[in-house]
């Protein structure tokens, strides 16, 4: 058997095209290609989704300061304790 009649995947003809794309474009300040490579990769949704999260925490911890937690900010009734007990960010009632 001879290496030469096994076409090695960087030099065989018709394979894949290699796209220029400059990786390092897309990492943020300071952060090197080497670095880059030992991070998991960015799961944009769950971000969205943790940011999401945030929001609704900060406007629960605001509504506690404000003395509105626990009623609806649409209508000012009592919000359900279930409902709460499932989401403690909740700020609506059943109805809203
Ligand atoms: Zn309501």
């Known amino acids: 058997m001879s ?8 030099t065989s003809p018709g394979g894949e095209q290699e796209l220029e794309v400059d ?26 989704q943790i940011e999401t999260d945030l929001a609704a925490v900060d406007a629960a911890l605001a509504a506690l300061d404000a003395g509105t937690y626990g ?16 989401d403690p960010t909740h700020l609506t009632c059943a109805a809203h």
């Open 23 to 48: 990786l390092a474009s897309f990492l943020p300040d300071g952060v090197t290609l080497a670095e880059a490579d030992d991070r998991p990769p960015v799961d944009t949704a769950a971000l969205e």
């Open 3 to 10: 290496d030469s009649q096994i076409p090695s995947p960087s």
């Open 71 to 86: 009623r609806c900010t649409t209508c000012d009734e009592p919000v359900d304790d279930a409902l709460l007990a499932v």
